[in-house]
């Protein structure tokens, strides 16, 4: 049997942090590249290091249970994304043979093996833990072999042309970046960008998703994840997040506003949401094309549509339209600033000039009534109940 390797001798992982079994591989066994490579023979069982104590392995065996639980519940559809993504169907032959258990009708797709790793009857998990762990660790060394190559070949590269294009943004043409988004660029340098096994990403129903940390910026992406939608993330990192306080009155805004880590986890109603995640892509779009985009055109390759149409309708329906250059200028403020500029910070601009072109209706009061949440299943129907709204409004004001 394969002993696990001392711990000054240990390769170090550097894949997706949240990747399938992640937790179970760094805290019981770190002897995956004997697996990836075939050096050695294999054995199902895993043995750990002698100073982890039955306790912890217990709870590393639990967290690969749940996580197998958590993709038994996803839907056929989300299985097969995710499958796709983990690529059993490259592992070794002892490895693939586990999962199939002589079951030789389960077939060697990476769909299949996965439906096999996840099985039930009547007594829980077809497989055992161990050896579902031990698939972990091939997947967890084969993750962050490709992530070696990921860092080379798509985020060197996708760092210095986001980089280029903000400094076009900022210093030529006609400047419509915020000279903040420059300074923000600081924040990219420090931000970690990880190739996602799709448990974060299109598990949920996403390609890709920022959080922020102590250390900075960790952005998550899904290996087939659009170039725009790289972009849209990279934009997450430099983005103040201001537009999350959209709906909140400057008479109402309290201390847990300085706190952007707050924020961006969501202490916005679901149309300030919506309306920033849309921005976030309006500014993408503008980095490629060299200007703030036109609402009132159609754009390829957009997200968040409907916090698209939502913000097309606040800028376009009303008495006069809202230079989408004041939703920039708002997204890209901090909560400190705007804090510190209070009435004239660049959110209250925005608020204003919203209030000025639907001076018949409370607008900031009618965001907080959208119902229509991001995923949300209703979302689109919500949006076009309300935009039909402010249309009527508009025309009662011209």
């Not at 100073?51 to 912890?56: E, F, G, T, V």
């Not at 592992?91 to 060697?108: A, E, F, H, I, R």
């Not at 900022?170 to 960008?193: C, F, H, K, S, Y």
Request: a negative charge; glycine letters at 6%; hydrophobic letters at 35%.
């Amino acid at each position: 049997m394969n002993r696990p390797l001392p711990s000054h001798e240990t390769p170090p992982l550097h894949g997706d942090p949240q990747a399938f079994g992640r937790e179970a591989v760094d805290t019981l066994h770190r002897q995956a590249r004997y697996i990836a490579t075939g050096e050695h023979d294999y054995d199902s069982r895993i043995d750990p290091y002698e100073d982890i104590s039955p306790q912890m392995a217990e709870l590393a065996y639990n967290s690969i249970e749940d996580e197998r639980l958590a993709i038994s519940g996803l839907s056929w559809v989300r299985r097969h994304q995710v499958a796709s993504r983990l690529g059993l169907e490259d592992m070794p032959d002892s490895l693939q043979q586990l999962l199939k258990n002589n079951d030789q009708q389960s077939g060697t797709s990476s769909y299949r093996l996965l439906r096999r790793l996840v099985a039930k009857d009547e007594d829980g998990f077809v497989i055992p833990a161990a050896a579902a762990a031990n698939v972990a660790q091939w997947h967890n060394q084969n993750l962050s072999d490709k992530q070696v190559t990921f860092q080379a070949e798509v985020v060197a590269p996708l760092k210095e042309a986001f980089k280029a294009s903000v400094h076009q943004a900022v210093d030529g043409g006609n400047g419509w970046m915020p000279a903040v988004a420059e300074e923000r660029l600081a924040e990219l340098d420090q931000a970690t960008i990880y190739l996602n096994d799709g448990l974060q990403t299109v598990a949920r129903g996403r390609k890709g998703k920022v959080d922020e940390t102590p250390e900075g910026a960790v952005v998550t992406l899904d290996p087939k994840a659009r170039p725009t939608t790289r972009r849209h993330e990279l934009v997450h990192v430099i983005a103040g997040g201001g537009l999350l306080a959209l709906t909140v009155d400057q008479e109402e805004t309290t201390k847990k506003y300085i706190d952007r880590d707050t924020l961006l986890h969501g202490d916005g109603s679901p149309a300030s949401l919506l309306i920033a995640e849309a921005t976030t892509d309006l500014i993408r779009v503008g980095l490629d094309e060299g200007s703030v985009p036109d609402l009132r055109k159609i754009h390829r390759g957009i997200s968040y549509r409907e916090g698209w149409r939502l913000m097309r309708a606040l800028a376009t329906y009303g008495k006069h339209d809202v230079d989408p250059q004041l939703f920039v200028n708002a997204h890209m403020e901090s909560p400190m600033d705007r804090l510190m500029r209070d009435e004239h910070s660049e959110l209250a601009k925005l608020q204003q000039a919203l209030k000025a072109a639907f001076p018949t209706r409370d607008i900031l009061e009618d965001l907080r009534k959208v119902d229509g949440a991001l995923n949300s299943a209703y979302q689109k129907a919500d949006i076009a109940v309300f935009t039909g709204v402010l249309k009527k409004a508009g025309k009662k004001t011209l």
